[in-house]
């Protein structure tokens, strides 16, 4: 069965300093990747999402995200961090039929001003 | 834009009374799902829907049960609430032919 880790339960960065959070997988296929993000009191929204090709993945609010199957890893990052990008953010993997998201326990991102 | 809507955002019920949390989406998906929510646990499929009156068991589906009567609408039922059910409920869809899912507000329970 597949499985997501999300090493970092928590982490603060400074606001305009650069971020990485985290994500490893366990898979047996080629693994379909997505990152999640929950503001508080918020329901999910989709950052990004792998599927094949450019391992490089770019995603909406200046986010991207690098797949490494030698690493199985799938880290978000983002170069410059802004105050209003405080919030948990979710890594998934997708089942072998295309319809189940395995979830990562999260990470809590914190900004200092 | 897809729209899913959970029919409330708060909700406090006592031991043992049954409880019905409500999901409707309105962009014609097939598959919806209902996931809870814990600190450090991250989401936890209870169960899914790929179809009308269609279900299947996620990864923790002991004490509750869903009712998929319409194509975009998902209930969660709780039949005899207990504290360790105090959660975030989070409601998703998707279509068949897509992988993204579209999330909910979420309702947050609190059993007394």
């Known amino acids: 069965a597949q499985s997501v880790t999300q090493p970092d339960i928590h982490i603060t960065v400074s606001e305009g300093a650069s971020l990485e959070l985290r994500c490893n997988y366990s898979?047996?296929?080629?693994?379909?990747l997505f990152w999640y993000v929950q503001s508080p009191g918020q329901g999910l929204q989709l950052l990004l999402k792998y599927f094949s090709g450019d391992t490089l993945v770019q995603g909406i609010k200046g986010f991207e995200a690098e797949f490494k199957r030698s690493q199985s890893s799938f880290n978000l990052r983002k170069p410059s961090v802004h105050w209003s990008d405080a919030a948990e953010y979710f890594c998934a993997v997708l089942n072998n039929a295309g319809n189940m998201l395995t979830f990562g326990g999260g990470t809590r991102l914190m900004v200092k001003p | 834009d897809v729209k899913v809507t959970q029919s409330s955002r708060y909700l406090v019920k006592r031991t043992g009374e049954k409880v019905f949390l409500e999901c409707v989406q309105d962009?014609?998906?097939?598959?919806m799902f209902w996931y809870r929510q814990d600190p450090g646990l991250g989401l936890r499929l209870i169960y899914f829907s790929y179809d009308v009156k269609m279900k299947e068991k996620g990864d923790i589906p002991e004490g509750y049960s869903v009712s998929r009567e319409k194509k975009e609408r998902f209930s969660l039922i709780l039949e005899s609430a207990s504290t360790s059910q105090t959660s975030m409920y989070l409601c998703?869809?998707?279509?068949?032919?897509?992988?993204?899912?579209?999330f909910g507000p979420g309702t947050r329970l609190t059993v007394l």
């Open positions: 898979y047996g296929a080629t693994p379909y």
């Open positions: 998703a869809s998707s279509s068949h032919t897509g992988n993204e899912q579209f």
């Open positions: 962009m014609d998906h097939e598959n």
